[in-house]
């Protein structure tokens, strides 16, 4: 089956970009039911349990889709490399570099234009001191980048304007959780129903599940000077750029980059 690749990174940055409706490419789990259990991975040290259960139990609240949390392989390698597994998402943390990002979020998707599997990474190079390391910021990211790998957008990309109370929206201070118009999306994106199921009913979690995102050299790895091999330029935007790449098997890699204000 040909699949096609999507990575978003999702970095607090400055940007003038607003969405009255934010999803994300109409990208969508597929399911055959009005709800679904989703299995997130938790591949984060200790330190991070909190904030992946509590954006977990967040996004469950959705009346289209719940979060279930599974335990998963802790270890350098398999953090670095984060990998989900087809059918469910993995999330990592990691100290990896200064990459002008906070948290990415990439998804894969199947021949019929539905995501099979995803990740989302935390960089403990910025949350492990100075001005993002703190709880809300931890959570807010956290939360954001979970909402990305169900096919939402931000709502607002401009730290000038106001509120909206969502981790959605770009904001200093950070919000840390899902807002009513973020359910709202969310049925929106899941109000119809499909002819199979994208997502896994279970896991078997061994944590050398086959690279599903495009960054680095290998396996969603992202060198620390930004030399991350996401192909060729097709445009920059403000602050947003897009990339594309083609692997030899005709795999396409598509990557959507938000880069972030350096403090």
């Known amino acids: 089956m040909k699949k096609i690749l999507v990575t978003i990174t999702a970095v607090f940055s400055l940007s003038n970009m607003a969405h009255a409706e934010h999803s994300w490419g109409d990208y969508h789990w597929a399911r055959t039911t009005p709800s ?3 299995i997130i991975v938790n591949s984060t040290t200790s330190d991070w349990d909190a904030y992946v259960t509590q954006a977990v139990a967040d996004w469950s609240l959705s009346s289209v889709m719940n979060m279930v949390e599974e335990a998963g392989a802790t270890d350098k390698q398999i953090r670095r490399r984060c990998a989900g597994g087809e059918g469910s998402l993995r999330i990592c943390n990691l100290e990896y570099g200064r990459t002008g990002w906070l948290g990415v979020a990439g998804i894969s998707i199947d021949a019929n234009g539905h995501i099979f599997t995803g990740y989302t990474k935390m960089n403990d190079t910025y949350f492990s001191e100075g001005f993002y390391n703190t709880p809300a910021w931890r959570q807010s990211v956290t939360c954001q980048e979970l909402g990305h790998n169900v096919g939402l957008d931000h709502q607002d990309e401009d730290f000038n304007n106001g509120t909206l109370l969502s981790c959605m929206d ?9 807002n009513q118009h973020d359910y709202d ?3 929106a994106i899941y109000e119809h129903l499909d002819s199979y199921d994208s997502y896994s009913q279970s896991t078997a979690d061994t944590g050398d599940e086959g690279c599903n995102a495009p960054p680095g050299k290998g396996c969603n790895r992202v060198g620390a000077n930004g030399d991350i091999g996401w192909g060729i330029s097709l445009g920059r935007r403000g602050n947003v750029e897009t990339f594309l ?3 030899a098997n005709g795999i396409r890699h598509v990557t959507r980059v938000i880069w972030a204000e350096q403090r």
């Open 36 to 38: 679904f259990d989703l």
């Open 245 to 247: 790449r083609i692997d």
């Open 170 to 178: 770009y904001q200093d201070p950070p919000y840390p959780y899902p």
């Open 185 to 187: 999306q969310l049925e």
